[in-house]
């Protein structure tokens, strides 16, 4: 047996857990949100018209930086405006490599042509996986949890 087909014995597909109950879903929850760094490196002042609150942005994790071994890269299409700061990309690196999907987007930008520092500041948010409204209505809020339906083995019906 091969690496690929032990996983999905498992249940594992190639991006994480398949979940086959329709009483999980996911939802978005943000985890970061702060400026983005080294705009003037990168010509951030040609693009800085076509950003506004809410322009989707993308990121992408650079392996070969030589100055800093957790570098997230931030792009607004095919075009680089900077990097996470360092001191808080350690998290967001590691779960780029492991193919956590991120969704990233402008949250702030200064309309002020001459500042550059803390011009833009991204906000990055990823999905949970969360248990659907029905599963919460059970007798979990009347009961303990040692007397109510065990619902996560056995499997949720109505």
Not at 22 to 36: A, C, E, F, G, L
């Amino acid at each position: 047996m091969n690496r690929l087909d032990f996983f999905r014995t498992l249940g594992l597909g190639t991006t994480g857990l398949i979940i086959p109950n329709t009483t999980w879903s996911q939802k978005p929850v943000k985890i970061y949100d702060n400026y983005i760094k080294g705009l003037t490196h990168y010509g951030f002042a040609q693009v800085r018209a076509q950003l506004a609150v809410g322009t989707e942005l993308s990121l992408k994790r650079e392996l070969t930086n030589q100055y800093d071994s957790f570098a997230v890269e931030v792009y607004c299409n095919q075009h680089k405006l900077g990097y996470l700061a360092a001191y808080e990309n350690i998290a967001i690196a590691n779960m780029l490599e492991q193919g956590v999907g991120f969704a990233a987007f402008v949250s702030k930008v200064s309309s002020n042509p001459d500042q550059v520092y803390d011009a833009l500041a991204v906000e990055i948010y990823t999905n949970i996986v969360i248990e659907t409204p029905a599963i919460i209505q059970t007798d979990l809020l009347t009961k303990r949890a040692d007397d109510a339906n065990d619902h996560y083995r056995k499997g949720f019906t109505l």
